[in-house]
């Protein structure tokens, strides 16, 4: 199909009507499914071949409510139902919705109406649960900021917003404490972190130091002779909460999310078959700044009437300890946090029969590290496999995800959401067939609404093609396959120019990284001498006797040669390290890597030498 005639398919399905697209997608399931006889297109976003995984004779409509009227609306016959474990704490739903309520009262108190952003600068505890439900009532916006940001983007992202309120966790506050006394803050809440804990009471009592500086339980009184606070009703594209970008590029953006974000989000994870219900528990790990922590971690698991199993601690051993004592049934966490499940001697003869829907996001999963880790599983009667999602803020949240009805494809991080769709782009916008790879393009109803106060990096953000539909451009390059499978290579941004010639440095890495002795590696490129040159920063296998780095080098040259049969893609520059340096956002700090110029070793090739190698 040429590109006049793809355009004007693509615009007679945008001008059919809901009912008449709901009756398209099932003849399109039906087609995938083989049950009907039908041409398949040959492009993913017009074919939607993922649709054949989904029931989509009982779709659920999105819910048109704000997030904290969905909160009450599925909960209100639950009261004593537990919401949220926190350190010993048993937190229930009646007790979730009075603080909620006390807590809305003291926001007014203070003046905080529609509109209006307060800041949270909390990780994933009881706090900060109560804080953004509280604001949602009130029609407020939750700004959830990371406490790794330095003073200068602190005080820019609070002045952007015009907040005047903070909420931050004492462990937190010392380290945002000079910025906020520069910032437009007028009223800083301390949380103590244990404060919804019974070890709270044991614990070191907080003093405040400043006149502006309130602890939580006072603040919370603040309200008590309010009467009850009007609930704002949903609207759509009513603002609901910010959260940031990294930052690694540049400044960090605003991402302004609605509550069609998050509830368009969970209902997508409701027609995908997933079944949460109660009497089950959701460990959230994933910090609340970024949309899935607060979202797919929190939100969903409430509105299902779960419980949502809290600790703020960001690290591996802790994540084990609490899986194997609390025993959740779902998770969302980074590849880092499963990799502790691997030759750990706690497990002995732990059941983890109950751990049924272990969802990993956020990092690369290799074939190989995925399976370790369903063999150690299956060895503890855990016969469901790590599941792989892919998202992104901007997109609400999740954007693909491999369940219990999907084919799970190794390599692969799943298939759309059924209230998604995705395509696949060309350098020019064009759209590619299966199998075809290029920048990961995608049509979603969580998406943001932009970056805040940012129509610059927002309309660098956003294609609207050719019929004046609106994609998200994620930056990422990648394929689907002829089953809808999404397989996510990398960024697009993640590339050098050798000899005027353009890599993508993760094509060369997924090369090294299978060479022996490779643990794990990262491609850069410096600039010697007016031209960009490739560099390779390597962390090695542990193996006993000592390692022959020239030789490990000059197998690096000879697999990418053999591979790619191209010199550019050869490197000559390495450094072998013991650990890669990571920024406070938690990503590779490869800004610092790239400005270092010690301890690299080069190893000139001989092309002739390497040539003959390979044709051996």
């Known amino acids: 199909m040429n590109k006049e005639d793809l355009l004007k398919l693509k615009k007679k399905i945008l001008e059919l009507s809901e009912e008449d ?6 003849y399109l399931r039906d087609i995938a499914m083989d049950k009907i006889l039908g041409p398949q297109i040959g492009y993913p976003e017009i074919d939607k071949p993922w649709l054949q995984y989904y029931d989509l004779d009982n779709y659920k409509d999105s819910i048109k409510m704000t997030v904290y009227e969905s909160l009450v609306y599925y909960n ?3 009261l004593n139902d537990i919401a949220i474990e926190y350190f010993g704490a048993k937190i229930s739903y009646r007790k979730l919705f009075n603080t909620i309520n006390s807590l809305a009262k003291s926001f007014k108190y203070n003046g905080v109406k529609k509109g209006d952003f307060v800041t949270i600068c909390c990780p994933g505890i009881p706090e900060t649960v109560y804080s953004f439900y509280a604001l949602s009532k009130l029609g407020a916006v939750a700004n959830m900021i990371a406490p790794y940001f330095d003073k200068k983007e602190f005080v820019d992202r609070i002045y952007d917003c015009k907040s005047n309120l903070l909420i931050v966790m004492d462990s937190f506050y010392d380290d945002i404490k000079d910025a906020v006394n520069k910032s437009n803050i007028e009223k800083v809440v301390i949380v103590p972190t244990l404060n919804s804990s019974p070890l709270g009471l044991v614990s070191k009592k907080i003093k405040t130091k400043q006149n502006n500086e309130i602890l939580w339980n006072d603040f919370l009184k603040e309200g008590k002779y309010l009467s009850n606070v009007e609930t704002i009703p949903y609207e759509k594209d009513l603002p609901l909460s910010m959260v940031y970008s990294s930052g690694t590029t540049g400044a960090s953006k605003g991402i302004l999310l609605t509550n069609d974000s998050f509830q368009n989000s969970i209902s997508d994870y409701f027609n995908t078959g997933l079944d949460i219900h109660r009497n089950q528990k959701f460990y959230q790990i994933i910090p609340t700044w970024y949309s899935t922590g607060i979202s797919t971690s929190v939100h969903l698991p409430l509105v299902c009437g779960a419980t949502v199993f809290m600790d703020p601690r960001f690290e591996r051993d802790i994540f084990i300890k609490n899986v194997l004592k609390a025993k959740p049934n779902y998770a969302v966490a980074p ?3 499963y990799e502790g499940f691997i030759n750990n001697p706690r497990l ?11 969802f990993e996001g956020g990092e690369p999963l290799s074939k190989e590290l995925a399976t370790r880790i369903n063999e150690v599983f299956v060895k503890h009667n855990n016969n469901s496999s790590i599941k792989v999602g892919y998202g992104q803020c901007e997109c609400g949240a999740t954007i693909t995800t491999q369940n219990n009805l999907t084919e799970h494809c190794n390599g692969s991080v799943g298939v759309p959401l059924p209230g998604i769709n995705i395509q696949i782009c060309d350098d020019d916008m064009n759209s590619l067939v299966y199998g075809e790879r290029g920048q990961i393009v995608v049509d979603t109803n969580s998406s943001m609404i932009g970056y805040f106060k940012n129509e610059e990096e927002s309309k660098k953000y956003f294609y609207v093609d050719q019929n004046g539909h609106k994609w998200n451009c994620t930056g990422d390059i990648g394929y689907i396959d002829r089953k809808g499978n999404l397989f996510v290579e990398g960024r697009a941004s993640d590339y050098s120019i050798i000899n005027g010639e353009k890599f993508y440095n993760f094509d060369i890495e997924n090369i090294i990284k299978n060479v022996d002795g490779v643990k794990l590696c990262d491609v ?12 390779v920063h390597l962390i090695l296998e542990e193996k006993d006797g000592k390692l022959n780095y020239d030789e490990l080098f000059k197998n690096i040259q000879n697999r990418i ?6 010199l550019n893609m050869i490197p000559y520059i390495y450094k072998v390290r013991k650990e890669f340096p990571y920024a406070k956002s938690g990503k590779r700090d490869t800004g610092k890597m790239m400005s270092e110029t010690d301890g690299f070793v080069e190893l000139k090739f001989d092309e002739k030498e390497i040539k003959r190698l390979v044709r051996k």
């Open 21 to 26: 697209k709901k009756e398209r997608d099932k």
């Open 76 to 78: 209100h016959n639950y």
């Open 335 to 337: 590849t880092s946090m």
């Open 348 to 358: 002995k003869k732990q059941d983890l029969s109950y751990f049924i829907n272990a």
């Open 524 to 535: 850069l490129h410096r600039d010697l001498n007016g031209k960009q040159e490739l560099v």
């Open 561 to 566: 040669y053999q591979e790619t049969h191209n």
